[in-house]
């Protein structure tokens, strides 16, 4: 192990309160959560011809902010939402907008990540929606990119777009076969993994930041002992601290 692989810890970010009144608001999963004054919304931006519903999460606020776009894992946001909805309130109260880009075209399912023209087809819909997202109003300029599983993929391949500014992926893996994101610039990469993972591998992981690290990029990983695949089945406290050290990070790039 060395400096930019280490395994967790009590390295806390936040107020833990804080996270857990979070949580509890999500429970409810009403369309405001006024406790923590972070707010819902729901708009369509046009991809490739069809029409894509974005939910944004954001805090009550004038000032403009960065956005993070949130990658779902290969079953969507329907399985493990509460973990979702929790990351995405958690930026929110931060200062930091939260989109949830359901990035599968109409009939795409997990079973299409086995060709590379699909991936290519993921990136562009990241691509287009962030054009979008940068048009709003209370865009500060800055975006992120959150992947779980499948989206951390998907936002491994986008990293190299030079208008993202971090990214964090969960329990993430480079596409299979011979399809790499392309050379050039690569965005500050954290990478969360949990080492009982049996279904994306911990070396999975280190390979992420192998390959970010061989393109001139600044990335680490944390390593999470004990955990699985899928954030949501991960122990509480360490989600928590999961959760945390991923909005840390986000802030500590994206904020200026």
């Known amino acids: 192990m060395n400096r930019r692989e280490m395994v967790a810890g009590n390295y806390m970010f936040l107020q833990v309160s804080r996270i857990i009144a979070l949580f509890a608001c999500t429970l409810a999963f009403h369309c405001s959560c006024t406790a923590a004054e972070v707010r819902t ?40 939402h509460l973990a979702y909805v929790e990351s995405a309130t958690t930026l929110a109260v931060n200062g930091i907008d939260a989109y949830l880009v359901s990035y599968f075209g109409p009939g795409e399912s997990v079973a299409c990540s ?11 819909t990241v691509a287009d929606v962030t054009t979008a997202i940068l048009k709003r109003p209370e865009s500060s300029g800055r975006v992120g990119l959150l992947g ?3 989206g951390g993929a998907v936002a491994f391949a986008s990293a190299r777009d030079p208008r993202v500014g971090a990214a964090v992926i969960f329990y993430g893996f ?12 690569f965005a500050p990469l954290l990478v969360l993994h949990g080492d009982n993972d049996n279904i994306v591998p911990l070396s999975a992981g ?22 699985p695949h899928g954030f949501s089945t991960w122990s509480r406290p360490i989600a928590i601290e999961a ?4 909005t840390a990070f986000f802030r500590s790039e994206l904020i200026q």
């Open 243 to 246: 959760v945390e050290r991923m």
């Open 41 to 80: 919304e729901e708009f369509t931006v046009e991809v490739k011809g069809r029409t894509l519903a974005i939910m944004r999460y954001a805090a009550e606020g004038v000032n403009t902010r960065p956005a993070v776009l949130m990658l779902h894992g290969a079953r969507g946001f329907g399985v493990g």
């Open 174 to 185: 480079i596409i299979p076969g011979n399809w790499r994101a392309g050379p050039g610039r």
């Open 148 to 150: 779980f599983s499948l």
């Open 206 to 227: 280190r390979e992420l930041v192998k390959d970010a690290l061989a393109r001139g990029g600044r990335a680490e990983i944390v390593v999470y002992p004990g955990q």
């Open 114 to 124: 086995r060709m590379a023209s699909c991936f290519d087809a993921w990136t562009e």
